[in-house]
């Protein structure tokens, strides 16, 4: 009887114990309330965060820093996203500071461009070429086309076998209605040639204001199918194959490009990356030339001339949000 009270005395001790770890657990998920709230407050008035955006502020961290403690701060809303940002706090709670690591042994611009899959998406230029430009597109974005003219023909004609083109999908669809039905007939193209997909992108760029002239869905898309139906008449694509494609609209694969911009961070169109540098709206053609040029030069290739046309050069336009 003794021996049996004795186990008992035990395990209470060892599940008390027990209980009193995993309350300290507990407590150690997040940092105390009031260095919490000062936290909170300096970040939603340095970086302008709106108040149905919930701010989490977890436990400090040791760091590699002296008299500094790391702090991860969650910033979600209420769709469910979230992003985790690292500061460092003084010991005495005085000082928060952004920590922002950069690891000096990768290069950046190529880990960004591991992030895009380009896979099976059509492209334009050299497919040999040593840069490669992404664009994140969206074929009912007014700034879209603006960029779209500025490549297409006057980047591809200067910078000839230099570079190759490749378009991604990333419909604004909150402020754009017809654009995910674009894309769809626009990877429809895609799946039986290359050529028409890129014929059909210019025109849609060229005529967005004539597909937006009738305000009404089923115009708009039926517009979009009939210039789709032309581009497989002119480039001798299956039509049954291409008329199924289109009446299915399946969106899968648009919806996987989005999720992929999303999760880089993009949030307007467009957003170009040449060989990793980012270009964000419808820069003047100069600055696209800057960017096309130092990507060249870091990948050991030569830029072209350009030629000097006197004219002014035009204020940049904001990319669509």
Known sequence: MCIFR???????????????LIGLGCSAQSAPPDVARLVERQIRSHYTVDADVKISVGPPRPSELPNYDK?????????????????????????LVRWTPLDLTKDPFAEIMKKIDVGGRPTRGNKDAKVVAVNFDDFECPYCARM???LFPDILKEYG???????????????HPWAVHAAVDANCLAA??????????????ANQHTISADK???????ALDKAAALQGEKH???????????KAQDEKAVRA????AEEMGLGATPTLFVNGHKLEGAEPIDRVRAVFDLALQDAGAVPPEHKTTGEANPPPVKPSK
Request: with cysteine.
């Open 192 to 205: 039986q040639n290359n050529d028409a997909y890129w014929d059909f992108a210019d025109y849609v760029h």
């Open 71 to 95: 702090l991860t701060v969650t910033i979600g809303n209420n769709a469910g996203k979230k992003q985790d940002l690292e500061f460092l706090i003084s010991k005495d709670a005085k000082t």
């Open 6 to 20: 004795r186990l008992q005395v035990i395990l209470f001790q060892r599940l008390s114990l027990v209980f009193l």
């Open 236 to 246: 001798h694509l299956d039509g049954a194959k291409l008329q199924s494609c289109v």
């Open 216 to 222: 009404k869905r089923e115009a708009w898309n039926a």
């Open 161 to 175: 076998d230099r570079v190759l083109f490749i378009y991604k999908d990333f419909p604004l669809e909150d402020i």
């Open 257 to 260: 490009s989005m999720r992929e």
């Open 148 to 150: 779209h003219q500025t």
